[in-house]
């Protein structure tokens, strides 16, 4: 049992491979492998010392940056939008700190009632520019939703368009995926494949020894085929005026 006295379930790893499809002006496809993380945010794991400096939450990773705990910026998030777990659960799905960095894409919350029934999902995205959004979703009983795309996350996209999400609450599969429809182009697609793991000393080792510095690689990743789209002509979009992380919606 937790602190909390809910039944155990997190902390679990999730070995998983990311892609990105791109079918227009140019074909391009990228695919990144790592690994994520799923906990309940009223229990986060705590790593013995040697190992901590591998797996580390903190709030100002996460949405305004200024609340004392990532649950409480959730809730305060949730109350923005009228929405009142009632202390229920809620887990979450995200890169954790490592070696000091982080950098998630995208952090999933599975937000239950306290009869334990899937309430809410929200999905909070950051840019390589250092902002953050957050979306929330009301998932029908397949896990998929909808909303439309109001944040500027790729140098070749506006802000236009619908996000389609498929994001069922992990068990011992992953299988995420998120496709933006745009009028007149195909669809990009991301996608999000993994199998779980048992949280130890050892399998954290192992993880971290195949995929070194992983979030630092991503972000260096995104940045370096972004380098590369722009050489094979890719117009880049304007950005829109700065967005602070105070509300996010």
């Known amino acids: 049992?937790?602190?909390?006295?809910?039944?155990?379930?997190?902390?679990?790893?999730?070995?998983?491979?990311?892609?990105?499809?791109?079918?227009?002006?140019?074909?391009?496809?990228?695919?990144?492998?790592?690994?994520?993380?799923?906990?309940?945010?009223?229990?986060?794991?705590?790593?013995?010392?040697?190992?901590?400096?591998?797996?580390?939450?903190?709030?100002?990773?996460?949405?305004?940056?200024?609340a004392p705990t990532i649950r409480a910026a959730l809730d305060g998030f949730l109350d923005e939008h009228g929405v009142d777990l009632r202390g229920g659960r809620v887990l979450m799905l995200a890169h954790a700190r490592i070696l000091g960095h982080v950098f998630n894409p995208l952090s999933l919350y599975w937000c239950h009632g306290p009869d334990g029934v899937l309430l809410r999902v929200v999905a909070e995205v950051h840019n390589t520019y250092g902002e953050r959004h957050a979306y929330l979703l009301h998932p029908d009983a397949a896990g998929t939703a909808q909303a439309a795309?109001?944040?500027?996350?790729?140098?070749?996209?506006?802000?236009?368009?619908?996000?389609?999400?498929?994001?069922?609450?992990?068990?011992?599969?992953?299988?995420?995926?998120?496709?933006?429809?745009?009028?007149?182009?195909?669809?990009?697609?991301?996608?999000v494949h993994g199998r779980r793991r048992d949280t130890t000393v050892l399998s954290l080792l192992c993880l971290a020894l195949r995929h070194p510095w992983s979030t630092l690689r991503a972000s260096a990743a995104i940045r370096f085929h972004g380098i590369r789209l722009f050489l094979r002509g890719l117009p880049v979009q304007p950005r829109p005026g700065r967005r602070t992380p105070k509300r996010a919606s």
């Open 149 to 191: 795309k109001d944040f500027y996350v790729s140098p070749f996209h506006p802000v236009d368009g619908t996000y389609e999400m498929r994001l069922p609450p992990p068990g011992e599969q992953l299988r995420l995926s998120v496709r933006l429809q745009r009028p007149g182009s195909p669809p990009f697609t991301a996608a």
């Open 1 to 66: 049992m937790t602190a909390s006295g809910r039944p155990a379930g997190p902390p679990a790893l999730y070995p998983c491979t990311i892609t990105h499809v791109r079918r227009a002006p140019h074909h391009y496809a990228l695919r990144h492998r790592t690994y994520l993380w799923l906990v309940d945010l009223d229990d986060l794991p705590v790593l013995p010392r040697p190992v901590r400096m591998l797996a580390r939450f903190r709030a100002r990773d996460h949405f305004t940056g200024r």
